[in-house]
């Protein structure tokens, strides 16, 4: 069974331009969640899908963030203009279906995808 | 303050040895807690997952939790040097979002 995948693995931009990050989960996975690493820092969350619905986007730092999951498979996370402190690594997750409390906290995790804005 | 509390270490152990790795929470809600391992450049791996208080034994690896401590730990016995990592507490009130520490990198030295 793949894994959680992310593309790019490591993207380098300038302040001001866009980016776009894409995650794919693992087949079957209705649950899916983006996180972010800044230096030094804890890993945080920034919001979850189930299929293609935002249930939790409280993590999102702010309006130049915008991700979407179109038909509930794989999701892209951009970020539009980039800023310096938007550096960074970038985490998807996906989990089963809701089946039971076991089911619900099994998160498996991508690579990341490191982000540098210069 | 921070709602997860972790130690960043590094800690350095002999390989063999017992290693003890700590979180303190504020959060009275949490009741999920889990233990990552990262190794460098890669994505956190599950490794324990515990509902509640209470302990949970795998392998070489025992994690514990004390809700009226609001602590948790995770033991590895006969640590290897395979086990060097960093290692990130996470906990969840149950609404799928999850809080992590900062993580704590461990070296097992040969």
């Known amino acids: 069974e793949a894994g959680v995948t992310q593309f790019p693995s490591h993207s380098v931009i300038e302040k001001g331009q866009t980016v776009t990050l894409r995650c794919d989960p693992i087949?079957?996975?209705?649950?899916l969640y983006w996180y972010r690493r800044v230096m030094g820092k804890e890993i945080k969350f920034l919001l979850h899908?189930?299929?293609?619905?935002?249930?939790?986007e409280s993590g999102m730092p702010n309006n130049r963030f915008l991700a979407e999951r179109t038909g509930g498979t794989y999701s892209t996370l951009k970020v539009q203009p980039a800023e310096l402190e938007d550096s960074g690594v970038y985490f998807c997750?996906?989990?089963?279906?809701?089946?039971?409390?076991?089911?619900?906290?099994?998160?498996?995790f991508g690579p990341g995808t490191r982000l540098t804005v210069t | 303050q921070k709602e997860v509390e972790q130690d960043p270490g590094p800690l350095s152990v002999p390989e063999g040895a017992i290693v003890s790795l700590n979180c303190t929470y504020s959060?009275?809600?949490?009741?999920?807690f889990m233990w990552y391992r990262q190794y460098s450049r890669k994505g956190p791996e599950l490794l324990m997952y515990?509902?509640?208080?209470g302990n949970k034994e795998d392998g070489r690896f025992t994690a514990q939790v004390d809700k009226s401590s609001k602590y948790i730990s995770l033991f590895i016995r006969d640590s290897q040097p395979s086990d060097s990592a960093t290692y990130l507490c996470?906990?969840?009130?149950?609404?799928?979002?999850?809080?992590f520490g900062t993580g704590t990198k461990l070296q097992v030295i040969p």
């Open positions: 997750a996906s989990s089963h279906p809701t089946s039971g409390r076991a089911k619900n906290y099994e998160q498996y």
């Open positions: 959060n009275s809600a949490f009741q999920y």
């Open positions: 996470a906990m969840s009130a149950g609404y799928q979002k999850v809080t």
């Open positions: 899908f189930v299929k293609e619905s935002k249930q939790d």
């Open positions: 087949s079957g996975h209705d649950n």
């Open positions: 515990t509902y509640s208080s």
